[in-house]
T-cell receptor, first 114, second 108 residues
């Protein structure tokens, strides 16, 4: 069983479109995250949710909207896609506090905007 | 912003111990040291973390200096599969900020 699963794995779309990436974790963790890795391989945190509540919202265009329907899911919706949004997006989860055992990352979604 | 300094790349012979250094001279008292790695095209993988004491798990050992201003990750018997970018991160459990990392090449 995959601990943190993201869909789709690859996404190619045209500029201006709206797309969503889904993430699910079956680890029982209380916190989930979205990271973006650009072409220079820098990993940047975008959002984090703890028990469905938004905790971290870094300087990300408001075209990006995370949604957490429950503790096990954190989806990322992107409106009006731009060329600069092309990147690999990683979802992660963790259990914050005394039971912390590191972040578990998904395998990534490679988004290409053409 | 990342609060750590790591060498951009290192080589290690297969079967030898790989010692990856990290400087974090501005670490605060309640901040942990975390190590992750990213193997090509995969998601980052948690390795180990510590606050003050040295830590060991099935993957690696973490040695933190007494003043906590630097640390070393030790992979005791490196294999080709350990070739990856290794990230040393200082911070809190709920916000991991990645820096540039060290690209470790394991040589056959």
């Amino acid at each position: 069983d995959t601990a943190v699963s993201q869909t789709p794995k690859y996404l190619v779309t045209q500029m201006g479109n709206d797309k969503s990436i889904k993430c699910e974790q079956n680890l029982g963790h209380d916190t989930m995250y979205w990271y973006k890795q650009d072409s220079k391989k820098f990993l940047k945190i975008m959002f984090s949710y703890n028990n469905k509540e938004l905790i971290i919202n870094e300087t990300v265009p408001n075209r990006f909207s995370p949604k957490s329907p429950d503790k096990a899911h954190l989806n990322l919706h992107i409106n009006s896609l731009e060329l600069g949004d092309s990147a690999v997006y990683f979802c992660a989860s963790s259990q914050v506090g005394t039971r912390f055992r590191g972040y578990t990352f998904g395998s990534g979604t490679r988004l290409t905007v053409v | 912003d990342a609060k750590t300094t790591q060498p951009p790349s290192m080589d290690c012979a297969e079967g030898r111990a790989a010692n990856l250094p990290c400087n974090h001279s501005t670490i605060s008292g309640n901040e942990y040291v975390y190590w992750y790695r990213q193997i090509h095209s995969q998601g980052p993988q948690y390795i180990i973390h510590g606050l003050k004491n040295n830590e060991t798990n099935e993957m690696a050992s973490l040695i933190i200096t007494e003043d906590r201003k630097s640390s070393t990750l030790i992979l005791p018997h490196a294999t080709l599969r350990d070739t990856a970018v290794y990230y040393c991160i200082v911070g809190r459990d709920d916000k991991i900020i990645f820096g540039k990392g060290t690209r470790l090449h394991i040589l056959p």
